[in-house]
């Protein structure tokens, strides 16, 4: 098993190349690069401006100096291009990063591309589910052809709520491009009790 850092864990503290550098002096043996559209937050890669292949190329090259590797690319970008969304023009451009994702993500060596997918208000869990389906399916054949993965990820939303949601979005999408992130949340309602 290997132990992969995520930007959101020190990147507000240390910029994106010398964080990497951090991580591995820590312990870990990747990185998982966030691509955001934050503000001024110091997180991961800025989209659009820096989700480029020289950009990540410097990443893969200050995680290979460092001796990890680059694990994985999380599009938190798509916290406000929801794939899932109502509107065909948000979708289009969340299928657009998407698809760039692949290429980058394969660039470096990395396979795992984390989709964390929400749910716009004013759809219900079923109409989400099928507008992300229809994303995913179209972007799939480019993760196919760069040997990447599209891991959608269960953040505590309806449309992805429990394993069997996550389950019925990776088959209806019907690609070995697309599989599960699967977050284990649990609520621990007294800190102080061992959970064996």
């Known amino acids: 098993m290997k132990l992969s850092m995520h930007s959101i864990c020190i990147e507000r503290k240390y910029p994106l190349l010398e964080a990497i550098r951090k991580a591995a002096e820590f312990g870990y043996q990747g990185y998982e690069i966030d691509i955001g559209d934050f503000g001024n937050t ?14 990540v190329a410097q990443a893969g090259e ?3 100096q460092a001796g ?11 916290w406000k291009y929801y794939p899932s969304s109502p509107e065909a023009e948000t979708r289009a451009q969340a299928a ?51 040997g990447v993965v599209y891991a959608v990820e269960n953040v505590g939303q309806a449309l992805a709520y429990t394993a069997d949601d996550l389950l019925e979005i990776v088959s209806r999408v019907g690609s070995p491009a697309c599989m599960v992130y699967y977050l284990s949340l649990i609520h621990i309602s007294e800190p102080t009790r061992p959970l064996y």
């Open 62 to 64: 200050a995680a290979r």
């Open 68 to 78: 990890i590797e680059i694990s994985s690319l999380c599009l938190g970008v798509l």
């Open 42 to 55: 110091g997180l991961g890669l800025h989209w659009p401006e820096e989700f480029t292949p020289q950009r």
């Open 96 to 146: 657009e990063i998407i698809r760039q994702a692949a290429s980058l993500t394969a660039s470096v060596g990395a396979k795992v591309i984390l989709l964390p997918v929400g749910q716009p208000e004013g759809l219900t869990a079923e109409e989400a589910r099928g507008n992300l389906v229809e994303v995913l399916r179209e972007c799939a054949p480019e993760a196919e052809r760069h």
